[in-house]
């Protein structure tokens, strides 16, 4: 007679084939897997379809259809026990030093080179470790670098060399990790830029595209800028190395609220968002979903980085004890305007002309 007792149990599972043929090495016929003709079911490797001798080799069953019978399988019981974390993969290391060559054909790069010039482009590959991929000719990958320096994946885009707007149609986002095969990849993503917060001492801004934040970097550097890699990528476990720091969001448009929203999910305290863009854009630009780096390379970057380091420049030094105004003395004015313009090319590698610095600044004092 059938034992009364509740026994919380399923039926046999599901057999499914795995793709990963090569996993296993020999077909339960005694013959080799290098061709790939045996093919196991999923959590098993004596048990599959094996295309060579043609036989199916199904998992045993047992002896009897009763509770007990199932129940003396673990693997058949239901257990409702708190799922163990995957251990988090990475890109081995010589995968990504590949990707960190032939720069001559990453559209994304060549962009960078014909607006900024070659030394900052090469400042800006460096710093952030962007690469470039054969996926598609011209594509990028942005590597995705943890705290502690290791490769999460690389994200493979393909951008317009003209625009530096990413191409859409067809889609063109893939990821280094797939490209190359590597098996049981754990997917764990995290801030692109995520090794730059080594340096405790910056503000952080969090922009969505990873384009964004190199650019960005370029006008605003007293900031570490990172990139989410998407509005979905707003989620606690990317922030576990941001507590205790402070930090700026700028959400493209349209993205405004629902940014605002996640952050209060984040467990993160320091923290407030720049609502520039929603209060200069137009509605057609908004409508757009425009970011900010959209309006950063609407303005000369040259300009836009010398007034800024004026402004830096005479915080320390006073305005009213510097003669530069050249009706009132012409020879004073251009031995300061030299010095000035030495103190930025050694401190920021700014190459100004005098006549170049001299109209900024009088565009930012009264002479």
């Not at 036989?55 to 009763?66: A, H």
């Not at 962009?111 to 962007?130: C, E, H, M, P, Q």
């Not at 190395?241 to 969001?249: A, E, G, T």
């Amino acid at each position: 007679m059938m034992s009364n007792n509740n026994y919380n149990f399923e039926p046999l599972p599901k057999l499914e084939l795995d793709k990963n043929r090569k996993r296993v090495k020999l077909c339960p016929c005694g013959k080799s897997n290098d061709d790939g003709k045996f093919v196991p079911f999923i959590g098993y490797t004596d048990k599959g379809y094996c295309h060579s001798c043609g036989k199916t080799f199904l998992p045993d069953l047992p002896d009897n259809n009763t509770p007990d019978a199932f129940c003396q399988q673990p693997y058949r019981h239901i257990h409702h026990e708190t799922a163990i974390p995957k251990i988090v993969s990475f890109v081995p290391f010589d995968i990504f030093r590949l990707s960190l060559t032939n720069y001559q054909n990453n559209n994304f790069v060549r962009f960078l080179n014909n607006r900024f010039g070659k030394d900052i482009t090469a400042a800006l590959v460096r710093k952030y470790y962007i690469g470039t991929s054969e996926h598609w000719p011209g594509a990028t990958v942005f590597n995705q670098l943890d705290y502690s320096g290791k490769i999460r994946t690389g994200k493979i885009m393909l951008y317009d060399e003209s625009t530096a707007k990413r191409v859409k149609e067809p889609e063109r986002i893939y990821w280094l990790h797939k490209k190359y095969q590597i098996d049981d990849f754990n997917l764990s993503q995290c801030f692109f830029g995520e090794h730059l917060l080594q340096d405790k001492s910056k503000t952080v801004a969090i922009v969505e595209s990873e384009k964004t934040a190199i650019i960005a970097s370029l006008y605003f550097p007293d900031y570490i800028w990172l990139a989410s890699g998407g509005k979905q990528n707003l989620k606690p476990d990317f922030f576990t190395n941001l507590h205790n720091r402070k930090i700026i969001f700028f959400p493209d448009l349209l993205a405004y609220d629902s940014w605002t929203e996640k952050a209060k999910t984040l467990n993160i305290t320091n923290y407030k968002f720049s609502d520039l863009l929603e209060c200069k854009a137009t509605e057609q630009e908004k409508l757009k979903g425009l970011d900010i780096a959209d309006f950063l390379l609407k303005s000369d970057y040259q300009k836009f980085r010398l007034k800024a380091l004026i402004k830096q420049q005479f915080t320390v030094h006073n305005p009213e004890v510097w003669i530069l105004d050249r009706e009132k003395n012409f020879s004073l004015t251009n031995s300061n305007l030299e010095i000035l313009c030495n103190e930025l090319y050694h401190s920021f590698s700014l190459n100004v002309a005098p006549d170049e610095y001299y109209d900024a600044y009088k565009s930012l004092y009264t002479v």
